[in-house]
């Protein structure tokens, strides 16, 4: 009789002791932890590692070397290991790659570091289980106009570029915005970037009567502008994109430039993913939060649905250290990233 206890008792633990493990989420890390691009994958691979630790998952990483044959191979990697869900990659070639094979096996893909447009623009043609926590390539110059237009509705605003395609492609997005909402813009303009001093455009500003300017250009040509502009005795509102948040050029940004940008992650992350961060000595510098975020999300997900997966991710709204994630059809991020942004002589502050 003994033996028989002892016997089903065994029976019992070889059971349980397997579907025990089996609740502990398991999630894969793609990032490139080798070669040129080893410091951000360390940020991926950080933020990712605190995330699982203070949500009592496991974490299995492989390097993706920013490449299409170590995209494929991290695939295989991750694949063999049996993770239900993977967080990572920064390089479109790597991640065209690995959704092949992680489409096959059924295991969607989450990533805080491409922003291809295509990547998320052909998922219904692909099938490929991918969400995006990134911002999209075409976020910032949508997010110009989205924000822009209802401020300067009853302004006489003006739109130049620099001539990169950078610089075009927001200006002309702009431009196109305001032409279906019925608004002309007084004064469209080239200008010459780089130079020492852009008295000429300021003139040609004042002349048309604008009193805002959207600028697509870099931060030293804006504040340059701005610069002579003050010295005509010329109010103007200054706008650029997130180039503004390039290093301090020699000529300081004046006081009330606007940007059009994302916010500095550290300065939305909730305070329990902070510390946790700084319990383990990792400052939440660039991937590290957004690594940290698409993790919570990973997990979350994985520990809610009694389904799919994929499935789960799409249909549902999550809690981040960034704030709630929920995606569109295609698979990109709902909550929109960029954010209108006034220089206080120090800083970019938030616009209400």
């Known amino acids: 009789m ?169 200006a002309e ?37 604008a009193t805002h300017v959207f600028v697509g250009g870099d931060r030293s040509d804006i504040a340059i502008l701005a610069r002579d502009a003050a010295g005509m005795d010329y109010q103007l509102v200054i706008a650029g994109g997130e180039a503004l948040r390039a290093e301090e050029s020699t000529i300081p940004l004046a006081d009330g430039t606007l940007m059009v940008g994302l916010p500095r992650w550290a300065d939305i992350a909730t305070e329990s993913a902070k510390s946790a961060l700084g319990d383990a000595g990792i400052v939440p510098d660039g991937y590290v939060l957004p690594a940290f975020a698409a993790t919570e999300l990973a997990i979350s997900a994985l520990r809610a649905g009694s389904g799919a997966i994929a499935t789960t991710l799409q249909s549902g709204t999550f809690q981040t250290a960034l704030g709630p994630y929920s995606f569109d059809e295609k698979g990109d991020l709902e909550q929109p990233l960029y954010q209108l942004f006034r220089f206080d002589g120090q800083a970019f502050k938030a616009v209400e």
Not at 175 to 202: C, G, Y
């Open 173 to 209: 997005n702009l431009r196109a915005s305001a032409e279906l909402q019925e608004l002309k813009p007084v004064f469209i303009d080239t200008f010459r970037p780089q130079l020492d001093n852009q008295i000429a455009l300021a003139g040609r500003l004042k002349r048309s009567g």
């Open 2 to 170: 003994r033996c028989l206890v002892f016997f089903i008792f065994c029976s019992f633990a070889a059971i349980s002791q397997p579907a025990a493990h089996a609740q502990e989420p398991v999630v894969g890390l793609a990032a490139p932890l080798t070669e040129n691009f080893e410091l951000l994958g360390q940020q991926l691979r950080d933020g990712a590692r605190v995330a699982a630790q203070s949500m009592g998952a496991r974490i299995v990483e492989a390097d993706t070397q920013c490449s299409t044959e170590g995209g494929e191979a991290a695939a295989r990697s991750l694949i063999d290991q049996n993770v239900s869900v993977v967080v990572g990659f920064l390089c479109t070639d790597a991640i065209d790659a690995a959704l092949p094979l992680f489409a096959k096996a059924e295991i969607p893909v989450i990533t805080p570091g491409v922003r291809t447009a295509t990547l998320t623009d052909q998922r219904e043609r692909t099938g490929w289980p991918v969400f995006r926590t990134a911002p999209r390539a075409d976020a910032e110059r949508d997010a110009v106009a989205r924000l822009l237009l209802p401020r300067w509705r009853d302004a006489f605003f003006a739109i130049v570029d620099d001539g990169t395609i950078y610089g075009r492609e927001l």
